[in-house]
């Protein structure tokens, strides 16, 4: 048996008998015979020592796939983790602390989320920023739930957002009993004409992502422009990585940036634990949920960090919160921070435009063999669709050369580069798509 | 200490890519950003210091006793952190062919068989990425269960006023209206109070147990079939699982559907605040309402997966005699604090407790003026973590303590002697200890500052 209790036997009757017991049953003398379980009661294998556990674990690791070129995109990016953003996070005291609530003792990481905060904000150009949530999804979800008030409940989103996400908004939806109405599609991109006549008095947001589910970029300015004038609020869902390059959302209108933060030094993980960020203007700063930390002083006039209009939060509130969200992602966000600082703006854009050029130079190089067409008209960032035939065989040929082709989308396949794939990598993707379309 | 913007000088930097090896794409003027975002400017020298000044202010459980009640601060063995970086599970793609990611599936459906098993539930989900989310699952779970028989009269969710406030504000996020019942004198359920609210508009009931208070409710099947005889069904809160796992399954007790803090009871480190997991069990009437294609998603993709496999490792070190054998000295140690602590402080509840105990500092407030948070702040200064403070809101001046199993005699010992030090203090030196910490990084910090008048961001 595998055991993290520092005592022997002997030493845990002898703390029994201070308390003047004689068994562990006594311990829970008021918890009823019927469902008590006695030694050996759990129907499970025996507990084992760090070594068999370690076979038994990496043995389940081994029968994953590890490609040696990823170009599948749709929510989760393989970018290129620098290793001290890898390694910092893994120093024990970050990694193992409680949430910052004694300030005196917990400034490194009260300090490291104020700089997350601040880098956030410049990167989406937004005033304030929360702690962090749990992932793009669910900021998306706390982002509508914040827009609405007492005479605008309809939250509308863009059928160009990822299908998780609008899955997700839907669902913190069906909770409060508010309305989720989808905007179409129309050429891979939201359909502005159906925008315009969507966008009612009742309606409170409107969420767009940029670039979109299939990579394509919305004219997110001039949805901003719409939603504003129709008296809603904007929401925009952003991959912090683009925003290295592109305009951010504040320079397009948006009220609130949200947006999934796993570009910025999170492995894919098979999904989690991944990193929402949520930042808002000025103007809207109290209805931020989650936790935000702020800068004041302490009794002796010092620069001291501390956990920040609590007043919103569950502990406070209870019933009249506004979420329920108590945690972050503080270390996910500890990490993006030191993604940023060490790639700094110049290392991010260059990652965008690296990201960029290696799509456009794959999406040039598969539409070139017959059959292969862009699926879609738009500009595109680092993601795009194409309809081909045999589809099924292209992605199996890839597999078997180890590569992990685009995702089978409805319309096509959704590929995707990252500034981390060579151009050797590339053409050898598009020889064997060459191969099996001959 | 310097912000990471006040070390950046301009053109320091670390060498990561390399030159773009095809043709550059530019973006239509329209579709550029203006200015560039002012992100600080520093070596890996300069990067590595700065953390490192950083992770020096930060108290982790391997600093020291961390006897935070209601979060399990458990030591976080090291061979789960080793397990969750192995490239087979970090390199995965979420969206990777089935085929492809067997070992992500036997990984999950491994932990889900084990805290099936503890939990006496028939099904879980790992996609709630914390406690309160997954305390917002299990109660959709509750919601699509009346819907779909069509029963839209129940709208009301039961509360102790002991429970944390994650529970009525989710109950509020699922569109209920919050019943707060009053605990009893014990800091239990008070049966009649709960018979005066159940009825047919009953929805379900939010339950912890051992509660808030670290007791074990001996009425729990007879709350559980009071609130299914209302047609209402019963929500484990399962913060407090670390004092009856493999003790007492909370199916065993009636629950229909319950959320675990894998961080907590599971042994996952908390991070600073995050990521953990909160998986939701239930019962097979409820499995048809987990998250899935066609019905609820609470998140993207599959959950926090490496959170799950730090949880597997450790149920696996564990096993059938290590479960068990966690949660009894998880009670034995808190106990035993608890007595060496009573001749001093004053328990709120003078009995046998669960994993957490609970003192009352509010006769001693009022004989030296010392409260609860002064003890802790003086805590600060001997290295120790200070217990929970305020909370449960039954109890006044109430300081929460929880130890947990991975701790020695020693160490609560030493413990035991810090408390009876500061309450002797109190009586001599009370100024000293309403002006804690002295030797901590900060002092108090101006709270109140803070929110009205709030920096929440650095300003170039």
Request: glycine content about 8%.
């Amino acid at each position: 048996m595998g055991s993290f209790v520092p005592s022997t036997p002997s030493e845990q009757q002898e703390l029994l008998r201070a308390l003047g017991l004689s068994s562990f049953r006594e311990l829970y003398g008021v918890v009823p015979q019927e469902m008590y379980l006695e030694d050996g009661a759990l129907n499970l294998p025996s507990g084992l020592s760090e070594l068999e556990v370690s076979r038994s674990v990496s043995a389940m690791a081994g029968k994953n796939r590890i490609f040696s070129t990823i170009l599948r995109g749709a929510g989760a990016y393989d970018h290129y983790i620098p290793s001290i953003v890898k390694y910092i996070p893994t120093k024990e005291e970050f990694l193992t602390a409680y949430t910052p609530y004694q300030a005196e003792m917990s400034q490194g990481i009260l300090q490291s989320i104020f700089e997350y905060q601040t880098m956030i904000c410049e990167l989406t150009g937004m005033d304030v920023s929360n702690a962090s949530v749990y992932d793009g999804a669910t900021a998306a979800a706390e982002a509508a739930a914040m827009c609405r008030d007492r005479k605008r409940r309809v939250t509308l989103i863009s059928g160009a957002a990822h299908p998780d996400t609008i899955q997700t908004v839907r669902t913190y939806c069906y909770g409060t009993g508010d309305e989720l109405r989808v905007v179409p599609v129309k050429d891979g991109k939201t359909d502005l004409e159906a925008l315009k006549e969507m966008l009612s008095s009742e309606v409170a947001s409107f969420y767009v992502q940029q670039p979109n589910y299939y990579g394509v970029l919305e004219d997110a300015e001039a949805i901003g422009a719409m939603v504003h004038e129709a008296g809603a609020m904007y929401v925009m869902g952003c991959n912090p990585i683009s925003l290295g390059i592109l305009k951010t959302p504040r320079e397009c209108g948006a009220d609130v940036a949200v947006g999934e933060g796993q570009p910025l030094g999170m492995p894919l993980s098979y999904g989690g634990p991944y990193l929402g960020f949520m930042c808002t203007t000025q103007k809207h700063m109290r209805k931020l949920p989650g936790r935000i930390v702020g800068e004041t002083v302490d009794s002796k006039g010092e620069r001291a960090y501390v956990l920040s209009l609590q007043a919103r939060e569950q502990h406070i509130r209870r019933e009249k919160a506004s979420s329920n969200i108590c945690s972050n992602q503080a270390l996910c966000a500890l990490t993006a921070g030191i993604y940023m600082a060490t790639m700094g703006a110049d290392g991010i854009k260059e990652a965008a435009k690296q990201s960029m050029a290696k799509a456009h130079y794959l999406a040039k190089s598969l539409c070139a063999i017959e059959g292969v067409e862009l699926a879609y008209s738009g500009e595109f960032f680092h993601e795009f669709v194409t309809t081909m035939p045999k589809a099924e065989e292209v992605l199996k040929a890839l597999e078997a050369a180890d590569i992990l082709g685009g995702l089978p989308v409805e319309g096509g396949i959704l590929w995707c580069a990252t500034e981390k794939v060579s151009k050797a990598q590339l053409d050898q993707a598009v020889e064997i798509v060459k191969e099996v379309l001959a | 200490m310097k912000l990471i913007f006040e070390k950046s000088t301009a053109g320091h930097r670390c060498s990561i890519l390399p030159a773009c090896d095809v043709e550059e794409v530019a973006l239509p003027a329209e579709l550029a950003r203006g200015e560039a975002p002012k992100l600080p400017e520093l070596s890996e020298t300069e990067i590595s210091r700065h953390y490192t000044e950083l992770n020096k202010r930060v108290h982790g459980v391997n600093c020291g006793f961390y006897p935070l009640g209601s979060c399990t601060m458990k030591y976080n063995p090291r061979i789960d952190e080793g397990m969750a970086a192995l490239p087979g599970f970090t390199a995965v793609h979420p969206l990777a062919p089935a085929h492809t990611v067997e070992g992500c599936k036997e990984a999950l459906d491994t932990a889900k068989q084990y805290l099936c098993e503890i939990t006496g539930m028939d099904d879980m989900t790992f996609q709630p990425a914390a406690g309160a989310h997954g305390e917002f699952t299990g109660v959709l779970l509750i919601k699509q269960y009346h819907d779909a028989r069509g029963d839209s009269k129940r709208r009301k969710i039961i509360v102790p006023d002991s429970a944390h406030g994650t529970n009525p504000a989710t109950a509020a996020m699922c569109g209920y209206d919050v019943v707060n019942i009053p605990s009893a004198p014990n800091g239990c359920v008070d049966l009649e109070a709960l018979k005066a609210v159940l009825g047919e508009d009953t929805a379900g009931l939010m339950l912890t147990n051992p509660n808030t208070v670290g007791i074990f409710d001996e009425n729990i099947l007879e709350i559980t079939r009071l609130v299914h005889e209302a047609g209402g069904l019963c929500y484990y809160d399962g913060a407090n699982l670390n004092a009856v796992m493999g003790v007492v399954r909370p199916g065993d007790m009636g629950f229909d559907c319950i959320h675990l803090n894998l961080h907590k009871t599971f042994a996952t480190p908390h991070g600073g605040g995050g990521p953990g997991s909160g998986a939701v069990g239930c019962k097979a009437a409820l499995a048809p309402y987990l998250p899935k294609e066609d019905g609820i998603r609470v998140r993207s993709f599959h959950g926090n997966f490496l959170v799950v496999i730090k949880a597997l490792t450790y149920l696996l070190t564990l096993g059938k005699e290590g479960v068990p054998e966690a949660a009894k000295n998880a009670v034995l140690n808190a106990n035993y604090l608890q007595s060496k602590i009573r001749g001093t402080f004053t328990p709120a509840f003078d009995r046998l407790c669960m994993h957490e105990f609970v003192l009352d500092l509010s006769e001693f407030k009022k004989e030296t003026g010392v409260s609860a948070l002064d003890v802790a702040k003086t805590l600060i200064d001997h290295g120790m973590h200070p217990p929970t403070m305020y909370f449960p809101l039954i109890v006044h001046e109430a300081l929460m303590l929880e130890p947990t199993e991975t701790e020695s005699r020693e160490t609560l010992d030493e413990a035991a002697e810090i408390f009876r030090k500061l309450y002797e203090l109190a009586k001599t030196d009370p100024e000293y200890m309403h002006a804690a910490p002295h030797h901590a990084q900060i002092g108090r910090p101006d709270e109140v500052r803070a929110a009205r008048n709030p920096i929440l961001r650095y300003s170039f």
